[in-house]
């Protein structure tokens, strides 16, 4: 895969991952600082590490598989492996300034 395409395919990922959700909180899960990491790998595998705001998240199963549901039907992925990680915790300091505007943190 070229660089350009890696990046296109990254990019579209991002995009999807704007599109998940806690249903707690309006704010989606990328904007919050819940996604670590992205890789795409030559077999077109995305690998996605991210947490939750706290690891008794009553969502988390739910919000897992759409990430993995969305992610791997993204244009130029074939599947997503995806990595759950509470190290390092996450905490308010992660999401994005639009994000704390939106929840009243700015």
Known sequence: MENSEYIETVNRIIGVLKSVYDPEIPVN????????????????????????????????????????????GTKG?????LVLTFDPPWDKSMMTDEAKLELGFL
């Open 29 to 72: 899960i990328y904007d919050l600082g819940l996604v670590y990491d992205i890789e795409l790998d030559a077999d077109l595998v995305a690998k996605v590490t991210m947490t939750l705001t706290a690891p008794s998240c009553p969502m988390a199963e739910m919000i897992v598989e759409e990430v993995k549901y969305k992610v791997a």
């Open 77 to 81: 992925v074939k599947d997503c492996d």
